[in-house]
């Protein structure tokens, strides 16, 4: 499979292209040698055709109170020429859409969201001057009830446990952590480092909150749960890179959230704010650790006779033996949306 191009970069090497062929085609009418078997420069892949119109929705899930205000915001890629929008809106669960009378700008702002605003898909169609046209959506959930916030910007070195765990034959990862006072977003914030385990490609360490606890049986049902953190990798390296994603504790089970709710942390010596995960439901997490589910049982259990739970979060970095992977956090947050 030949790897993605941009359009620009594909009608800069079909320029390209075209100047060596002429070049050829001249040598070639002068009584030159034979020239080049083809007309491609090696390397480049001139006879694919060019890459087509995308867009993306930021954010594709959102959650929100009652009279708030959401935007969604389109991203267009590969565009030929200008691009125009139009947004629709899907009340059936994205069967049939209407289209939203004056939405046509980039991003889509709903001034006062309401319980009839509840599940509602929002799509984007964008056109540009091919014939192409490209879709994107996102879902919409509102909570009359304001949800419940748990939320860490000083990673206090009590308040959070640290277990490394490893896969089959794979030993746990080696790691350590420490919360540096300045320097986070802003001021203090946790600093990880994992080390690459043996006869493996990657290490994983789960971080649980003592303090981000949550009943089901006293404070409610669970319907939805956001989450969000800020990270940064502390060397940045090609080779190496780490993934982060919400953990969950209960009845002795751990719990990660799916690829939907992966957060990449950028390999970057600068911050990557607010990188948030919403609306995630109970089918949204994966089991890692623990007993199986047995027949019958709820895993993880959302409902008001679910077990207590415990937050947190997971990373896992990825490298070679030995290498020592350092990443932070800072502004950990989960937010509960009660039924």
Same mark, same amino acid.
């Given at each position: ?17 075209a ?9 070639i009418g ?7 078997t ?9 006879d694919?055709?060019p890459?087509v ?5 930021q954010?594709p ?7 708030s205000?959401?935007?969604f915001?389109?991203t267009a890629?590969?565009?030929?020429g200008?691009?125009?929008?139009q947004?629709?809106r +899907?009340?059936? $669960?994205?069967?049939s859409?209407?289209? *939203?009378p004056?939405?046509?700008a980039r !991003?889509l702002?709903? %001034?006062a969201?309401?319980l ?10 964008a056109r540009?001057?091919?014939?192409i ?7 919409l959930?509102?909570s009359?009830?304001p ?6 910007t ?16 794979v030993?746990a990862?080696?790691?350590s952590?420490?919360t540096?006072a300045?320097g986070?977003?802003?001021?203090a914030f ?9 006869? +493996?490609?990657? $290490?994983?360490?789960y971080?649980t909150s *003592?303090?981000?606890?949550y009943?089901? !049986?006293?404070q409610? %049902?669970i319907r939805?749960i ?10 940045p390296?090609?080779s190496t ?10 009845a ?7 690829q939907r ?5 950028p390999?970057s ?9 919403a609306?995630?439901r109970?089918?949204?997490?994966g089991?890692?650790?623990g ?10 259990d ?13 990373r ?16 950990w ?5 009660r039924e």
């Amino acid at each position: 499979m030949r790897p993605h191009r941009s359009r620009s970069e594909w009608l800069r090497r079909l320029a390209l292209a075209a100047v060596v062929a002429l070049g050829i085609a001249s040598i070639i009418g002068s009584g030159g040698g034979i020239g080049l078997t083809s007309d491609c420069p090696p390397g480049m892949s001139c006879d694919a055709p060019p890459p087509v119109l995308t867009v993306s929705v930021q954010p594709p899930y959102a959650t929100a109170l009652v009279g708030s205000a959401v935007t969604f915001t389109a991203t267009a890629f590969d565009a030929a020429g200008a691009v125009t929008y139009q947004w629709s809106r +899907s009340s059936d $669960g994205g069967t049939s859409f209407l289209d *939203l009378p004056g939405a046509t700008a980039r !991003a889509l702002t709903l %001034a006062a969201v309401n319980l009839a605003d509840d599940g509602a898909i929002y799509r984007v169609t964008a056109r540009d001057t091919s014939p192409i046209v490209a879709h994107a959506g996102a879902r919409l959930s509102v909570s009359a009830t304001p949800g419940l916030v748990f939320r860490d910007t000083e990673f206090n070195p009590a308040d959070w446990v640290a277990t490394p765990l490893g896969l089959g034959s794979v030993p746990a990862a080696a790691h350590s952590e420490d919360t540096p006072a300045s320097g986070g977003n802003p001021g203090a914030f946790r600093r990880m480092v994992i080390e690459v385990p043996p006869q +493996s490609g990657g $290490g994983r360490v789960y971080y649980t909150s *003592l303090v981000a606890t949550y009943d089901p !049986a006293t404070q409610g %049902a669970i319907r939805l749960i956001d989450y969000a953190e800020d990270s940064i990798s502390l060397q940045p390296n090609v080779s190496t890179y780490t993934d982060s994603a919400m953990l969950l504790e209960q009845a002795g089970r751990r719990y990660v959230a799916n690829q939907r709710a992966d957060v990449n942390v950028p390999i970057s010596t600068s911050w990557s704010s607010s990188q948030s995960r919403a609306s995630l439901r109970a089918a949204d997490f994966g089991m890692v650790d623990g007993p199986a589910c047995q027949p019958g049982e709820t895993c993880p259990d959302f409902s008001a006779q679910g077990a207590p739970m415990r937050f947190g979060y997971w990373r896992f970095s990825f490298g070679i033996q030995g290498d020592r992977i350092a990443h932070g956090i800072d502004n950990w947050q989960v937010t509960v949306w009660r039924e």
